[in-house]
């Protein structure tokens, strides 16, 4: 049976939950164990996520009500081994999309009719599509600076928005406190660990799409959500022995907001400057020490961007036919920054994650 396992005191909570987190504290992980992964077990009728939902914890098909056809993207030969997955060529323009498809599954399994989340824009578009999807409100805080044009968008998919005159950080605990008080539930990609059953879809696309995994993946990193699903599903073909040795995994943070920068066993506390790479900044990254435990087998290193690159790597990309926002283009910068100074070994992929005209003013 599937449940909720606390990363803290290891108590346990159904799926059916509304509270968010243990009464310990803790963060709840997910305790799934899925079949051994085999492409004959993927459902090749289905042009969405859901073609893999043999490998999530799904009990019932309301999924097929819920799917904007999220997924499936194309994985392009960029030059130099660099390969980009387009995962801007999504329902709401981001990588989001494949979280929220499968937290909201589980919203409507359990009969929420509210939720509230807080995103920088991408995550809040996302759970507002699909809510209105599902026929489910929801309130997203986001905070002040967030691109007009994804709060638009979350307004036009029937979603209210609540503005927080702060940080990003700042903006998650106004969110958290009002889930508490209310008794809200709270969907979030960050708390909630069905998100990541969603954003692991990533590397099996890329499996079925390539036949193998690429040497290196150069993964955004704010809280995470990209990289733990990476980590699952690259972990899960490794034991399947479908691929005979497990990708590094570079997690690039900006040069302004990087608290798993030189980090032990907790992230650093560090005040956030003004980075344009706003999807990832995070100060405060709330499953920080899970990710830095080093459950992933496979070897990860952290690389800056020069804040400096990001408007001519964006550049670059929308001259070559990829227009992209400040954060994906971020990443990319921080790919060519490490590869001035580094040997990379193989072939490379860089999620483009997020579609430029969001974040155009």
Not at 138 to 164: N, R
Not at 269 to 281: D, F, L, S, V, W
Request: aromatic share 10%; hydrophobic share 35%.
């Amino acid at each position: 049976m599937t449940e909720f396992k606390c990363s803290m005191c290891g108590g346990r909570a159904p799926l059916e939950t509304r509270t968010f987190r243990c009464g310990c504290g803790g963060l709840y992980k997910l305790d799934f164990t899925p079949p051994e992964f085999s492409l004959s077990l993927i459902d090749k009728s289905q042009f969405n996520i859901f073609r893999y939902r043999a490998f999530m914890p799904l009990h019932n098909d309301l999924w097929s009500g819920i799917t904007l056809g999220e997924g499936l993207t194309d994985t392009v030969a960029y030059k130099d081994g660099l390969y980009f997955k387009l995962d801007y060529a999504m329902p709401t323009l981001s990588f989001k999309d494949r979280g929220a498809a499968v937290l909201v599954w589980l919203c409507k399994t359990i009969g929420v009719d509210k939720v509230v989340q807080d995103s920088s824009g991408n995550a809040g578009n996302s759970v507002a599509a699909y809510c209105a999807r599902a026929g489910i409100k929801c309130e997203i805080f986001v905070p002040k600076g967030t691109s007009p044009k994804k709060i638009k968008m979350i307004e036009y998919h029937g979603g209210k928005v609540t503005v927080v005159d702060g940080s990003r950080d700042d903006t998650a605990d106004v969110c958290r406190k009002k889930a508490s008080e209310e008794g809200l539930y709270y969907a979030s990609h960050v708390y909630n660990p069905v998100f990541y059953q969603g954003t692991k879809t990533y590397v099996y696309e890329l499996f079925e799409q390539m036949g193998r995994v690429p040497d290196n993946f150069f993964i955004p990193v704010g809280n995470g959500t990209l990289l733990l699903g990476c980590q699952t599903a690259l972990t899960e073909l490794f034991e399947a022995g479908l691929i005979n040795k497990l990708p590094k995994l570079f997690i690039v943070q900006s040069e302004k907001c990087a608290p798993f920068y030189m980090a032990d066993k907790e992230p650093r506390k560090i005040t956030p400057g003004h980075t344009a790479a706003e999807g990832i900044a995070i100060g405060r990254p709330m499953r920080g020490v899970e990710i830095l435990a080093g459950e992933y087998s496979g070897m990860r290193e952290v690389v800056l961007i020069p804040e400096s690159g990001i408007l001519p790597a964006r550049r670059e990309l929308a001259e070559n036919g990829f227009f992209t926002e400040h954060t994906t283009a971020a990443v990319y910068a921080g790919y060519k920054e490490y590869a001035k100074n580094n040997d990379i070994l193989g072939d490379s992929v860089i999620s483009l994650c997020g579609a430029g005209l969001k974040s155009e003013k």
